[in-house]
């Protein structure tokens, strides 16, 4: 069982940055893909960034690529979310997930669909605005 908790959300202007934090419990946090999803009122949940558990490899959504970064490190238990240039459509609360990897090899798809994540955070809410 895997608990995640998100921080580091808040008000901000448009071309503004924010760092998330997701901090899991449990000794196996390495053997995670974790991923960030964003829901906005009235809107699904849609995927963000994802990291796989060699830490190198990251997918992004098409619309925050080159301005989101995802990182992890596994000594502390915490995937990040940079946010840079920041605009009113990334405003949604934003939820941190996890997925148990075994396999050796999944799709970049796969890590995109959030029906293959089965842990979640409860949420963290950003608003850009002036």
């Known amino acids: 069982q895997v608990q995640l908790v998100e921080s580091g959300g808040g008000l901000v202007q448009p071309g503004g940055s924010l760092r998330l934090s997701c901090a899991a419990s449990g000794p196996t946090f390495s053997m995670y893909a974790l991923g960030w999803f964003r829901q906005a009122p009235g809107k699904e949940r849609e995927f963000v960034a994802a990291?796989?558990?060699?830490?190198?490899?990251?997918i992004y959504a098409d619309s925050v690529k080159g301005r989101f970064t995802i990182s992890r490190d596994n000594a502390k238990n915490t995937v990040y979310l940079q946010m840079n240039s920041l605009k009113p459509e990334d405003t949604a609360v934003y939820y941190c997930?996890?997925?148990?990897?075994?396999?050796?090899?999944?799709?970049?798809?796969?890590?995109?669909?959030?029906?293959?994540?089965?842990?979640w955070g409860q949420g963290t809410q950003v608003t850009v605005s002036s």
């Open positions: 997930a996890a997925r148990l990897i075994l396999a050796t090899y999944y799709t970049d798809n796969y890590y995109r669909d959030r029906s293959n994540y089965n842990y």
């Open positions: 990291i796989r558990r060699s830490s190198i490899s990251t």
